[in-house]
């Protein structure tokens, strides 16, 4: 079974950035798809962003041109580099994986809390 630690959250100002790892117990290179998700107090699970094996990033629409998601194969590490966070960015972020197309989203681990101050 697959498992992914998040790390790298904690509490950052408005406007500095922060930099989110995802360590995974496999081979990264074999996953069909990664993504970044977070959820806010109150608020359903959203996708942040995804990265696919070919090498094609989606983003959602609050954080395209603020946030970075990229791997290191060699690693097996996911990154999210959050740039001009907001305090609507304020939540728990989780990484998940797709191993194959179709396929269902991997089990969801602790997240890393990210607080952004005004």
């Known amino acids: 079974q697959v498992q992914l630690v998040e790390s790298g959250g904690g509490l950052v100002q408005s406007g500095r950035s922060l930099r989110l790892t995802c360590a995974a117990s496999?081979?990264?290179?074999?996953?069909?798809?990664m993504g970044w998700y977070r959820q806010a107090p109150g608020q359903q699970r959203e996708l942040v962003a995804g990265?696919?094996?070919?090498?094609?990033?989606m983003y959602g629409d609050s954080v395209r041109g603020r946030f970075t998601i990229s791997r290191d194969n060699a690693a097996n590490m996911l990154y999210l580099q959050m740039n001009s966070p907001k305090p609507e960015d304020t939540a728990v972020y989780y990484c998940?994986?797709?191993?194959?197309?179709?396929?269902?989203?991997?089990?969801w681990g602790q997240g890393t809390q990210v607080t952004v101050s005004s």
């Open positions: 998940n994986f797709q191993a194959r197309a179709g396929g269902n989203l991997g089990a």
């Open positions: 496999t081979n990264i290179d074999e996953l069909y798809y």
């Open positions: 990265l696919y094996r070919m090498g094609n990033r």
